[in-house]
């Protein structure tokens, strides 16, 4: 099992950026594929973007695709979201997850308490 804590999220104003921070502790980090999903009020937690465990490969929502930047640190066992130009519809919880390479939440086996991104127009 994997322990997530997000950090970042915060309030920002529409065009701005947050870097998202996803400290992992328990089986070994770098084992793990690394995802960040998002729920907003009223919607499905969807997916954002994921990270492979080796080979550096990743994967992205087409909704952030050339804003958003997955990475990951396996040294210092975290995970990071950078996003820019943000739009207000980004605006939701983001969580960080651990578990097997994909784009569904049910790849993932341990998950974060989420972080708060509001982005303002």
């Known amino acids: 099992q994997v322990q997530l804590v997000e950090s970042g999220g915060g309030l920002v104003q529409a065009g701005g950026s947050l870097r998202l921070s996803c400290a992992a502790s328990?089986?070994?980090?770098?084992?793990?594929?690394m995802g960040w999903f998002r729920q907003a009020p009223g919607k499905e937690r969807e997916f954002v973007a994921a990270?492979?465990?080796?080979?550096?490969?990743?994967i992205y929502a087409d909704s952030v695709k050339g804003r958003f930047t997955i990475s990951r640190d396996n040294p210092k066992n975290t995970v990071y979201l950078q996003m820019n130009n943000l739009k207000p519809e980004d605006t939701a919880v983001y969580y960080c997850?651990?578990?097997?390479?994909?784009?569904?939440?049910?790849?993932?086996?341990?998950w974060g308490q989420g972080t708060q991104v509001t982005v303002s127009s």
């Open positions: 997850a651990a578990g097997k390479w994909g784009i569904r939440s049910s790849n993932y086996d341990d």
């Open positions: 328990g089986r070994t980090f770098s084992s793990a594929a």
């Open positions: 990270h492979a465990r080796i080979g550096g490969f990743t």
